[in-house]
């Protein structure tokens, strides 16, 4: 049995698969949310090209674990994960918990807080929003990468419409981290991955950010994988020289809608705090730990935490680039 907790867009996209194809799901509800997920009755996915995607409504759960739960699926943000844990209790043997969080923190937070439990990454290739209650919209393929380990959770997950692919230990979250750079840029301009990806200004920026993420993480020796068929080298050089032809790319290979926009957009008009610190934040904390300062994603975080503060200012490609000195 699954059980899922973060009933948000990417907690909805995946119970929606995982519901209609016939999956043993759970899902944890809140008594504030209770009545609402009942009267919204089951789950539905908006999807980009096709028909929508309606699943019945799982069992509700007020128990983040049942007795049968063999995976506790974590898809909520990364600030509400300690509540998470702290409501877990002392987890039986048997249970994965399974992190959908974007970032590289959360399976070392689940290894201090709970070191006997196994943890293991399911990284999120879609992108998707939150419309409702258990209403979401999906702007992409279905896309997932899981780590290799756990065979039995890989039978779950494939054959139910999402495409699982494979991950040696974490180098799919590194590389997944690597793209995320990117939800800063969006958050600040309020812009597309049509416009990140097409527009000259933002193309630079990303270029310059992901770079100096690439530095250091090959600096520390860590593993990476980026979700494309490309090193970072030619990436680089698509972003700089590719004019719109890495829009088109991104386009063809995660089927991506003309109108969908990085999550951090969505955090950032709902005013709600951003992930931002583990993304960005991250790599300013490895370049700490190398004494190898990341200049540009410290700049990022400071400006999207300034953002978190006040009222959303959208600054255009250009102020943007001004700012970060580029
Ligand atoms: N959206 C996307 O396209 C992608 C998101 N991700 C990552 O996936 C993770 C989830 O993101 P996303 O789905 O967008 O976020 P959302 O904010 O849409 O959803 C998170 C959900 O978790 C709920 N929640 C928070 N705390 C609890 C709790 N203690 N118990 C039960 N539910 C809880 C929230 O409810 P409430 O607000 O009512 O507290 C909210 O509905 C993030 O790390 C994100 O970066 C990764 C790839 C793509
Ligand atoms: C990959 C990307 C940018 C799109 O799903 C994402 O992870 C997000 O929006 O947070």
Not at 269 to 292: K, Y
Request: aromatic share 4%; proline share 7%.
């Amino acid at each position: 049995m699954i059980t899922l907790v973060g009933a948000g867009a990417v907690g909805i996209t995946l119970a929606s698969y995982l519901a209609a194809a016939g999956r043993p799901l759970r899902l944890y509800v809140r008594a504030k949310d209770r009545a609402a997920f009942e009267q919204a009755g089951r789950l539905r996915l908006e999807r980009p090209r096709g028909a929508a995607l309606e699943a019945p409504l799982p069992t509700l759960t007020e128990r983040l674990l049942d007795a049968d739960t063999r995976y506790l699926l974590i898809a909520t943000k990364f600030g509400a994960l300690d509540g998470v844990i702290d409501a877990l209790g002392t987890p039986p043997p048997g249970l994965s918990l399974v992190s959908t969080l974007n970032g590289v923190r959360a399976l070392p937070r689940l290894g201090e807080r709970l070191p006997q439990t196994p943890a293991l990454a399911l990284t999120i290739m879609f992108n998707a929003q939150h419309l409702g209650p258990l209403h979401a919209q999906l702007t992409t393929k279905p896309a997932v990468i899981l780590a290799d380990g756990d065979e039995q959770l890989r039978s779950l997950l494939e054959g139910s419409g999402l495409a699982v692919g494979r991950s040696r230990g974490e180098e799919a979250c590194w590389g997944k981290l690597l793209i995320n750079l990117a939800n800063a840029i969006g958050a600040l301009t309020q812009s597309t991955f049509r416009d990140l990806l097409s527009e000259p200004d933002l193309r630079r920026i990303f270029a310059a950010v992901l770079e100096e993420a690439v530095d250091r993480i090959e600096a520390a020796n860590i593993a990476y994988k980026l979700p494309m068929p490309l090193p970072h080298a030619a990436y680089r050089q698509l972003l700089l020289r590719g004019g719109p032809l890495t829009w088109w790319l991104a386009r063809l290979k995660n089927g991506l809608d003309d109108g969908a926009y990085p999550s951090m957009v969505s955090d950032v008009r709902a005013g709600r705090a951003t992930e931002v610190r583990q993304l960005n934040g991250e790599i300013v904390a490895l370049g700490e730990r190398l004494s190898w300062p990341a200049p540009l994603n410290a700049r990022l975080v400071e400006l999207v935490e300034a953002l978190e503060l006040s009222s959303p200012a959208r600054l255009s490609p250009d102020e943007l680039r001004r700012q970060l000195g580029l």
